[in-house]
C-alpha cells in the first residue's frame, strides 16, 4: 500500500485498530468498564446487604469491590506502560516516574474539583493519585516481590489502619477535610496492597493462559477463604478485633482486603480469559462485538467517571424536607440512563474520535515531565493502556 493510500485509511478502521490491536489488552479494558459500572451501581443504586436465595440483593457484589478491582487495575496499568514484563531502566524509568508523577498531580486537582461540587459520593481520585506515588519506589520490582509485599501489607495494614481511624482528629472540621483531601475513604496504607497486587500481575504475561488460569484460581480461592472466615469465625461486635476481622464493604478490614481483592484478580482473569485472541476470534467475532462496549467505557475510564459525577451535579434535583440529596437523586433511578449513556457516549467516542477526551488531556501534560530520547521510549511505549 502506498503512503498516499494509507493515510487516506479510513478513521473509523483505525480506531477499532486501536481498541481491538494488539498494543490493547481487551481484558483489561472490559474489566475495567465493569469496574467504572458498578461504581455506578454503588454510587446511584439502593442496595441491600447480600443474600443468596434473594436476586434483588445480588447487586451489592458491586459494593466495594468495584472500587478495589479498578485499584487493582490501576496497579496493572502502571506496570505496562513502565515496560510490562520488563521494567524500564535508566532514563526511561526517570521520565516514566516523572510522568506517572504530573499524571496524579492531575487526577488529585480532578478529584479535588470534584469534591467542590459537592456530589454526595467519596470520590476516589484523590486517593488514586496518592498510591500511584506510592508505586513509584516499586517500578524495578520483581513479580514474586510484589506479590509477598501485597500479602503483607494486606495483613498488617488493616491493623495499622483501624487505630488511625479511630483518632479523634477526623471527627473534627479540619480533619474531615483533609479525609477528603487525602482520599482517605479508601484509605492508602490499606489500598496500596491493591495497586502492589496489580503491579505485580501487570509484571507477568498477562497474553498466557497460565497467567489468566492463576488469576482465576487464586483470586477465587482468595475470596472464598476469607468470604468463609468472615461467616464461620465473626468477630465479637464493637471491639478493635471486630474492625479488622471483617469482610464489610468499605470497611479496610483484613477479610475484606482478601476477599474482594481476591474476587478483583479473579474477575480481571475471567476478563483476559474471555478475550483470548482465540476465543474472541477476529475483529468482527462475536465475543470482541458483545465486549466492545463495555471494553470503550474501559478504555476510558477516567472520562466515564468523571463524566458521572459532572452529570449528577448538573441534574441534581432540590430534595424535600428531610431528605438528603442522596435520596433525591437516587430516587429518579438514574442508574439505567446513565449506564445506557456513558456506554453509547464512549462507544461512539472510542470509534470516531479515538482516545477519551481526559485521557488524552492527561497523557499530553503527563509529556511535559520529559522529552522522548531515540529508542528510549519504546519499552515505556509498547503497550497503551
Request: aromatic share 10%; proline share 6%.
Amino acid at each position: 500500500m502506498s503512503e498516499r493510500s494509507e493515510s487516506k485509511r479510513p478513521w473509523l478502521a483505525d480506531n477499532w485498530r486501536r481498541l481491538n490491536g494488539p498494543r490493547r489488552v481487551a481484558g483489561l479494558d472490559l474489566a475495567r468498564g465493569l469496574a467504572v459500572i458498578g461504581m455506578f451501581a454503588a454510587h446511584l443504586l439502593w442496595i441491600d446487604p447480600f443474600d443468596p436465595t434473594d436476586a434483588s440483593t445480588w447487586t451489592d457484589v458491586a459494593n466495594g469491590r468495584s472500587s478495589i478491582l479498578f485499584a487493582t487495575i490501576a496497579g496493572v496499568s502502571i506496570a505496562l506502560i513502565t515496560g510490562g514484563r520488563t521494567p524500564v531502566s535508566g532514563a526511561a524509568r526517570e521520565r516514566a516516574s516523572a510522568r506517572l508523577a504530573l499524571r496524579a498531580l492531575c487526577i488529585w486537582v480532578i478529584g479535588v474539583l470534584l469534591i467542590l461540587t459537592q456530589v454526595p459520593v467519596y470520590v476516589i481520585l484523590p486517593a488514586y493519585a496518592i498510591l500511584f506515588l506510592l508505586a513509584l519506589p516499586l517500578l524495578r520490582a520483581r513479580p514474586a516481590f510484589l506479590f509477598a509485599l501485597a500479602a503483607v501489607l494486606g495483613l498488617v495494614m488493616p491493623w495499622v489502619q483501624a487505630l488511625i481511624g479511630q483518632l479523634p482528629f477526623w471527627d473534627t472540621q479540619i480533619g474531615a477535610e483533609i479525609g477528603l483531601l487525602l482520599g482517605l475513604n479508601y484509605p492508602f496504607p490499606v489500598w496500596i496492597a491493591f495497586i502492589v497486587a496489580g503491579l505485580g500481575v501487570g509484571r507477568l504475561d498477562l497474553r498466557s493462559l497460565g497467567t489468566q488460569a492463576a488469576l482465576v484460581l487464586v483470586g477465587a480461592g482468595l475470596a472464598v477463604l476469607a468470604y468463609t472466615l468472615a461467616v464461620a469465625f465473626p468477630a465479637a461486635p464493637d471491639t478493635y478485633f471486630a474492625l479488622v476481622w471483617t469482610a464489610d464493604a468499605h470497611s479496610d478490614g483484613l477479610l475484606e482486603v482478601f476477599g474482594s481483592g481476591g474476587f478483583a484478580l479473579a474477575v480481571l482473569g475471567l476478563c483476559l480469559l474471555l478475550t483470548r485472541p482465540w476465543w474472541a476470534g477476529a475483529w468482527l467475532g462475536p465475543i470482541g462485538w458483545l465486549t466492545l462496549p463495555l471494553r470503550a467505557v474501559g478504555s476510558m475510564p477516567l472520562t466515564a467517571y468523571v463524566g458521572q459525577i459532572v452529570a449528577w451535579w448538573v441534574l441534581q434535583p432540590t430534595p424535600d424536607p428531610g431528605e438528603s440529596t442522596l435520596e433525591a437523586f437516587r430516587e429518579t433511578d438514574p442508574f439505567v440512563p446513565f449506564v445506557v449513556w456513558t456506554i453509547v457516549a464512549c462507544t461512539l467516542w472510542a470509534l470516531v474520535v479515538g482516545r477519551g477526551p481526559l485521557e488524552w488531556a492527561l497523557d499530553r501534560v503527563s509529556r511535559l515531565a520529559g522529552r522522548r530520547r531515540r529508542g528510549a521510549g519504546q519499552a515505556v511505549d509498547r503497550v497503551e493502556q
